[in-house]
T-cell receptor
Framework: GAGVSQTPSNKVTEKGKYVELRCDPI?????LYWYRQSLGQGPEFLIY????????DSGLPNDRFFAVRPEGSVSTLKIQRTERGDSAVYLC??????????????FGPGTRLTVL | DAKTTQPNSMESNEEEPVHLPCNHS???????IHWYRQLPSQGPEYVIH???SNVNNRMASLAIAEDRKSSTLILHRATLRDAAVYYC???????????FGTGTRLTIIP
């Protein structure tokens, strides 16, 4: 079946602009995650949705970052007033929400964001 | 969160077995050991996970020490497609997010 998809695959923007990154999870997966990966580093957790609600947003770096999942499926990560330090690959993952500790996350290919 | 320690890099010859170590000395009794890998320019991919007993699947085997303070991911016959960064991650109930370290970059030599 179809995996997690993310659009766009690449996004180049100018400092100060607003961007939206989209994630389409695997159908039926209740949990959705956003991560950010800087060059040479492992992915860093941003936010986790269980259904429509954000169950854990402790990884969002500041209030310029916001994410929504209004219908419990597609999610959008929104970044206001982008800064050069926001340049990274933004990864989305979904999971079927199995018993704690045993769940598997399925990752999309990521969106590479470049802020000039 | 309990942390894991992995070598930064390893090399292996093609068609040879590969043993990727991971230390997790502060693991709790309810932490599962998960392995993910990330091929170049792709998102991470689940490989295998276990709690106490050794595990096998089509991709790899996971050997867990009796005291659970370390584990080893075993690729039985490495191919060039196995060249990736391998992450060892501890997952516990109620802590759904994955905490990635820097992983082990595996290079396969033809």
């Amino acid at each position: 079946g179809a995996g997690v998809s993310q659009t766009p695959s690449n996004k180049v923007t100018e400092k100060g602009k607003y961007v939206e990154l989209r994630c389409d999870p695997i159908s039926g997966h209740t949990a959705l995650y956003w991560y950010r990966q800087s060059l040479g580093q492992g992915p860093e957790f941003l936010i986790y949705f269980q259904g429509t609600g954000a169950a854990d947003d402790s990884g969002l770096p500041n209030d310029r970052f916001f994410a929504v999942r209004p219908e419990g499926s597609v999610s959008t990560l929104k970044i206001q007033r982008t800064e050069r330090g926001d340049s990274a690959v933004y990864l989305c993952a979904s999971s079927p929400q199995l018993a704690g500790g045993t769940d598997t996350q399925y990752f999309g290919p990521g969106t590479r964001l470049t802020v000039l | 969160d309990a942390k894991t320690t992995q070598p930064n890099s390893m090399e292996s010859n093609e068609e040879e077995p590969v043993h990727l170590p991971c230390n997790h000395s502060t693991i709790s009794g309810t932490d599962y050991i998960h392995w993910y890998r990330q091929l170049p320019s792709q998102g991470p991919e689940y490989v295998i996970h276990g709690l106490t007993s050794n595990v096998n699947n089509r991709m790899a085997s996971l050997a867990i020490a009796e005291d659970r303070k370390s584990s080893t991911l075993i690729l039985h016959r490495a191919t060039l497609r196995d060249a990736a960064v391998y992450y060892c991650i501890l997952c516990n109930f109620g802590n759904e997010k994955l905490t990635f370290g820097t992983g082990t970059r595996l290079t396969i030599i033809p």
